[in-house]
């Protein structure tokens, strides 16, 4: 693959993009609530200012001289910097971190019980404790709303926020280090050995071809590509219109299953179930391998008969027969079945790569030489310290505000399993949208008598879980993945790397400025996000909840993780060693959680085309046919950015993608 040298300008020019994308985003999320700048694994933020970059930025360069164009490397690099840093403002850190962090103050005001309890366990290097600042903070400054943003910025009490922002900034910088060398582990595993194919990439990579080989405008024209496009483009100009101007007619993207399928019986689990049409899902579907798209829907199908076969057999499990959970959608007790399938499936990964984690043990213990041709952002050994020092940092940081050292392992090893499975199925699978259908502590919490562990341990351990380890759409780690993926194609790599940490570093304190000058202008409890307030706070209460009434071990919860992790081992068995298999694992990971039920029809549709297309057509149809799909993705993805941008001047904003 030919490499193409990255310049200084394309850096620039990135982080420029970071830092507006992030400026903006807590404005356009939160208080328009416009369509999210990130959304998920394939930004909209980032996928604009490519096209923007590539279909007029580059024609105006070349035009005044040629070698001033950005190469379509520089273009990823650009990518790979915008999607690194834009879901830090939102889901990925932010969204919840102030709530989160001033949550037990302002229960003593409004909840003094819950206060009482939680407020003696919170260090104030960690928690803000000022009440005047949390009353702005959660009211809004006087006269804020008549202020520029200027002003906003310059009377936050910033003395008060830099003991805080200081030990959390410095557990943050900590976690993305371990991150950072997680991936650096395996990269080359995933993408040299395991050959990956990285479905949400294909798009960057075909435009990258066309772009290389001088044929750009050839790849937009096609005739599969404009038939894909023109479907995305009627579909949200005629429901677009119909948000504004309700006389215009709907074409419906979602049809409800529940006056289908009664209540009680077999069928009782697809009462709530719904079908959405989104394209660009479809378009991802098909990209992807078929034993993967068939995978998804079908454990979502079969995950669905579960509740009814169990009414059948007799079996009504209580939800209490849960406890307390941390995960804001786990509901069903046998949901627990993806406790002990993550476990297993992360131990599979990690056999599959014994031979280079080997290789790279022994170049750093044995003083062997390592091959200098791997393939990702940074290589095995330096990534193998980064993990190391990362882990041992964040243990420390944890011992030292009063966790227990063996807890702290415990809990820091189920949360990097959880993060590792969780980015093999949105890089391998191509999900574009991703969420966790339990917590990480609801795993290690349903064999624990809750007695043994300190309460600092217990609260301490939640909290940091709702900073970094919960909500996974707009997760770090796959973008640094991808790009990992993306670095191959630019030299020097070093620079490519720097580049995307920049981007994060950046994105962190502009990130951070921005919500807060939001909070503060507007108020967090006038604020259109209720989601965040709620999430939050519910850890806390629960928390609270667990701290007054301790639980023993949960006996169902138990249950329910030991056959999760029996059928995931019968499956990962049966994959690995027959050709014929036709269910890949990571199916079985998503049948309970709140992404597949969005995802689930588009993944059906996407493998039905794809297996109809090679049956029928044969590899050669199946290139010229996956253009349609192509224009299905660049379609929704275009349309989305047209309604964001009129969402800007709107009142209501019609979002063409989940929130």
């Not at 400054?141 to 922002?165: C, K, N, Q, Y």
């Not at 820091?412 to 399993?417: E, N, R």
């Not at 939640?462 to 796959?478: G, N, T």
């Not at 588009?602 to 085309?609: A, S, T």
Request: with cysteine; aromatic share 16%.
């Amino acid at each position: 693959m030919r490499e193409t040298h990255v310049r200084l300008p394309a850096l620039l020019t990135g982080f420029l993009l970071a830092g507006l994308v992030c400026a903006f985003t807590p404005y356009n999320n939160i208080k328009i609530l416009n369509s999210p700048l990130a959304g998920g694994h394939f930004p909209l933020a980032a996928f604009g200012c490519l096209l923007l970059l590539l279909l007029v930025f580059n024609p105006v360069l070349t035009r005044v001289r040629r070698s001033w164009r950005f190469h379509f490397a520089e273009l990823l690099l650009i990518w790979s910097m915008i999607t690194a840093a834009s879901g830090i403002a939102y889901t990925g850190l932010l969204r919840t971190f102030i709530i989160n962090i001033t949550t037990p103050k302002w229960f003593t005001t409004t909840a003094g019980n819950l206060g009482e309890i939680l407020v003696p366990l919170t260090p104030p290097s960690l928690f803000p404790q000022d009440p005047e600042m949390l009353a702005d903070l959660y009211s809004g400054m006087d006269g804020g709303l008549d202020m520029s943003w200027w002003e906003i910025l310059t009377r936050i009490p910033w003395s008060a926020w830099m003991v805080p922002l200081f030990w959390w900034g410095l557990f943050v910088l900590l976690l993305y280090t371990a991150m950072l060398g997680m991936v650096g582990l395996f990269s080359h595993q995933w993408i040299e050995n395991e050959k990956m194919n990285f479905p949400l990439l294909r798009v960057l990579e075909m435009m990258g071809e066309a772009v290389e080989e001088g044929g750009l405008w050839k790849f937009f024209t096609q005739n599969h590509f404009i038939l894909g496009f023109s479907i995305p483009v009627v579909l949200h100009l005629f429901n677009g219109l119909h948000t504004y101007f309700p006389e215009v007619p709907q074409i419906p993207t979602l049809i409800l299953a529940q006056p289908y399928i009664p209540k009680e019986g077999l069928l009782s689990g697809f009462y709530k179930a719904k079908i959405y049409i989104y394209p660009a899902f479809i378009g991802f579907a098909f990209l992807a391998s078929k034993q993967v798209s068939f995978s998804f829907w079908c454990f979502f199908i079969l995950g669905g008969f579960l509740p009814g076969v169990l009414q059948f057999a007799g079996w009504r499990l209580p939800a209490a027969a849960l406890g307390t959970t941390f995960s804001p959608v786990l509901s069903r007790v046998e949901e627990m079945q993806m406790m002990g399938a993550f476990a297993i499936f992360f131990f599979f990964i990690v056999w599959l790569a014994r031979d280079h984690l080997r290789l790279v043990l022994q170049s750093i213990f044995r003083k062997q030489p390592l091959a200098d041709d791997f393939r990702g952002l940074l290589d095995p050994r330096t990534a193998f310290f980064l993990f190391v020092g990362g882990i041992l940092g964040m243990t420390g940081w944890l011992c030292f505000i009063g966790m227990d050292l063996l807890p702290t392992l415990l809990f820091l090893g189920v949360c990097f399993m959880v993060q590792l499975v969780m980015t093999r199925l949105v890089c391998q699978g191509g999900l574009p949208y991703f969420t966790l259908a339990l917590a990480p502590s609801d795993g290690f919490l349903a064999f624990l008598n809750t007695r043994i562990l300190s309460p600092v341990t217990l609260y301490m351990s939640v909290v940091v879980q709702k900073v970094a380890f919960l909500d996974m759409r707009e997760s770090l780690m796959p973008s640094l993945f991808h790009a990992s993926k993306l670095s191959e194609r630019a030299a020097p790599r070093r620079r490519f790397l720097w580049g995307v940490l920049a981007s994060v570093f950046l994105g962190l304190v502009v990130s951070f400025a921005a919500l807060l000058a939001v909070y503060y202008k507007y108020g967090i409890n006038t604020l259109p996000d209720d989601w965040a307030l709620e999430t939050a706070r519910r850890v806390h209460e629960n928390a609270a909840q667990l701290l007054s009434h301790p639980e023993e071990y949960k006996q169902w919860s138990m249950t329910f993780c030991i056959i999760g992790a029996a059928v995931m081992g019968f499956l990962v068995l049966g994959y690995h060693r027959y050709i014929w298999w036709p269910l890949h694992p990571i199916g079985y990971l998503t049948a309970y959680t709140s992404a597949m039920q969005v995802l689930w029809f588009g993944f059906f549709i996407g493998w039905l085309c794809n297996t109809l297309v090679l049956r029928y057509g044969g590899v050669k149809h199946y290139k010229e046919v996956r253009g349609l799909f192509f224009g299905l993705i660049v379609g929704d993805m275009v349309m989305a950015l047209i309604w964001l941008v009129v969402g800007f001047f709107a009142s209501i904003s019609y979002h063409v993608l989940p929130l």
